[in-house]
Protein backbone atom coordinates (compact mmCIF):
# COMPACT_ATOMS: atom_id res chain seq x y z
CA UNK A 1 0.00 0.00 0.00
CA UNK A 2 2.69 2.07 0.61
CA UNK A 3 4.54 1.43 -2.47
CA UNK A 4 0.84 2.69 -4.35
CA UNK A 5 0.86 6.34 -2.35
CA UNK A 6 4.89 6.63 -3.40
CA UNK A 7 3.84 5.46 -7.17
CA UNK A 8 0.83 8.18 -7.15
CA UNK A 9 2.35 10.48 -5.85
CA UNK A 10 5.51 9.91 -8.60
CA UNK A 11 2.59 10.46 -11.20
CA UNK A 12 1.03 13.43 -9.74
CA UNK A 13 4.50 14.99 -9.61
CA UNK A 14 5.27 13.80 -13.22
CA UNK A 15 1.96 15.33 -14.33
CA UNK A 16 2.67 18.50 -12.59
CA UNK A 17 5.73 19.31 -14.35
CA UNK A 18 4.47 18.53 -17.75
CA UNK A 19 1.70 21.19 -17.23
CA UNK A 20 3.60 22.92 -16.01
CA UNK A 21 5.93 23.29 -18.62
CA UNK A 22 2.79 23.60 -20.93
CA UNK A 23 1.57 26.33 -19.09
CA UNK A 24 5.01 28.20 -19.66
CA UNK A 25 4.83 27.37 -23.06
CA UNK A 26 1.19 29.15 -23.41
CA UNK A 27 1.97 32.35 -21.90
CA UNK A 28 5.09 32.76 -23.66
CA UNK A 29 2.60 32.20 -26.99
CA UNK A 30 0.19 34.26 -25.22
CA UNK A 31 2.75 37.15 -25.01
CA UNK A 32 3.90 36.47 -28.48
CA UNK A 33 0.24 36.79 -29.75
CA UNK A 34 -0.37 40.11 -27.87
CA UNK A 35 2.53 41.38 -29.59
CA UNK A 36 0.89 40.69 -32.89
CA UNK A 37 -2.02 42.32 -31.59
CA UNK A 38 -0.79 45.31 -30.80
CA UNK A 39 1.76 45.57 -34.39
CA UNK A 40 -1.80 45.03 -36.00
CA UNK A 41 -3.73 47.47 -34.20
CA UNK A 42 -0.71 50.39 -35.32
CA UNK A 43 -0.39 49.61 -38.69
CA UNK A 44 -4.71 49.78 -38.78
CA UNK A 45 -4.28 52.88 -37.57
CA UNK A 46 -1.41 54.27 -39.46
CA UNK A 47 -3.41 52.61 -42.37
CA UNK A 48 -6.37 54.56 -41.37
CA UNK A 49 -4.47 57.39 -41.35
CA UNK A 50 -3.03 57.40 -44.61
CA UNK A 51 -6.61 56.46 -45.93
CA UNK A 52 -7.50 59.93 -44.25
CA UNK A 53 -4.83 61.60 -45.40
CA UNK A 54 -5.60 60.38 -48.90
CA UNK A 55 -9.40 61.55 -48.93
CA UNK A 56 -8.27 65.01 -47.40
CA UNK A 57 -5.83 65.49 -50.51
CA UNK A 58 -8.59 63.94 -52.82
CA UNK A 59 -11.34 66.99 -51.15
CA UNK A 60 -8.76 69.42 -51.72
CA UNK A 61 -8.61 68.38 -55.26
CA UNK A 62 -12.03 68.43 -55.60
CA UNK A 63 -13.39 70.95 -57.91
CA UNK A 64 -15.89 74.02 -57.66
CA UNK A 65 -18.81 71.46 -58.24
CA UNK A 66 -17.33 69.64 -55.25
CA UNK A 67 -16.69 72.33 -52.97
CA UNK A 68 -20.18 71.25 -50.92
CA UNK A 69 -18.69 67.52 -50.24
CA UNK A 70 -15.76 69.41 -49.41
CA UNK A 71 -16.78 71.88 -46.73
CA UNK A 72 -18.99 68.80 -45.41
CA UNK A 73 -15.46 66.51 -45.64
CA UNK A 74 -14.01 69.78 -43.49
CA UNK A 75 -16.57 70.30 -41.09
CA UNK A 76 -16.75 66.15 -40.14
CA UNK A 77 -13.13 66.07 -39.58
CA UNK A 78 -13.64 69.38 -37.53
CA UNK A 79 -15.88 67.35 -34.92
CA UNK A 80 -13.55 64.06 -35.04
CA UNK A 81 -10.67 66.30 -33.70
CA UNK A 82 -13.07 68.36 -31.26
CA UNK A 83 -13.80 64.88 -30.31
CA UNK A 84 -10.68 63.48 -29.78
CA UNK A 85 -9.08 66.95 -28.34
CA UNK A 86 -12.60 66.45 -25.54
CA UNK A 87 -11.38 63.08 -24.55
CA UNK A 88 -8.07 63.86 -24.13
CA UNK A 89 -8.88 66.34 -21.51
Not at 25 to 32: A, F, I, P, S, T
Not at 35 to 52: G, H, Y
Not at 70 to 88: E, G, N, P, W
Request: net charge negative; proline share 0%.
Amino acid sequence: MLEQIKQNIEDLISRYEVLKAENTRLEELLRKKETEVDNAKEEISALKQTIDNLNLKTAFAATGEDSARLKARIDAMIRQIDKCLSLMS
